[in-house]
Nanobody, 128 residues
């Protein structure tokens, strides 16, 4: 089981930018797919973006398309989420998740149950 650690969260004004990073503790990331989800209290975890680890194909929620960019480094150490034009409704705890079992086929990418390894989350707060 990979232990994932997120970093880069913080507080930013609306319209600003943040870059989140996800790393595996003590090893390279080895996964079929890595995704970002977010959650606010009282609501279910929401899909944000995902990247297929071998071919770099990406998927985005409609709410972040054109503003967020998910990427990975060639060395397989880091998955990143570049967030631009942030809105107050982007405020949430952001989680990194990995599919190491090969379950992330196209129609299953946006579902939290597809991913078996999760980080502890990092808080993103966007003030108006």
């Amino acid at each position: 089981q990979m232990q994932l650690v997120e970093s880069g969260g913080g507080t930013v004004q609306a319209g600003g930018s943040l870059r989140l990073a996800c790393k595996a503790t003590g090893r390279d990331i080895s996964a079929y797919a890595v995704a970002w989800f977010r959650q606010v209290p009282g609501r279910e975890r929401e899909f944000v973006a995902a990247i297929m680890w071998s071919n770099y194909v990406t998927y985005y929620a409609d709410s972040v398309k054109g503003r967020f960019t998910i990427s990975r480094d060639k060395a397989s150490t880091t998955a990143s989420l570049e967030m631009n034009s942030l809105k107050p409704e982007d405020t949430a705890v952001y989680y990194c998740a990995a599919d190491t079992l090969g379950r992330a086929f196209r129609d299953r990418v946006p579902y939290a149950a597809t991913y078996n390894d999760w980080g502890q989350g990092t808080q993103v707060t966007v003030s108006s």
